[in-house]
């Protein structure tokens, strides 16, 4: 099975194609990547956005912000975030 993958700047501009049957927001892809490995043909297209505040990690005052498109190794690596990284 092949995955279409779209490409869109802002998150304005994806909406519509994720209205799609079949259509998953790609974001670190942990999850819809691993699915589609392992043989789930329930999505067809892949949505991706490109603005670079989806992938932002921001710590302040204890409190962690998370973008979208943050992947789990960006988690991992954050110096802040270090005690994640085992888990």
């Known amino acids: 099975m ?3 993958l779209q490409t869109f700047s802002t998150v ?4 519509a194609a ?10 670190g892809g942990t999850l ?3 699915a589609a490995n392992e043989g789930d043909v329930s ?3 892949l949505v991706r956005v490109t603005d670079p505040g989806l992938s932002q990690i921001a710590v ?7 973008g979208a498109s943050v992947t789990m190794a960006a988690i991992a690596s ?3 975030l270090a005690a994640l990284a085992p888990a």
């Open 2 to 4: 092949s995955l279409a």
């Open 12 to 15: 304005k501009d994806a909406n």
């Open 18 to 27: 994720l209205q799609a049957a079949g259509t998953r927001y790609l974001g």
């Open 32 to 34: 819809v990547v691993r």
């Open 43 to 45: 999505t067809s297209s």
């Open 60 to 66: 302040a005052g204890g409190n962690v912000g998370l």
């Open 78 to 80: 954050h110096p802040e």
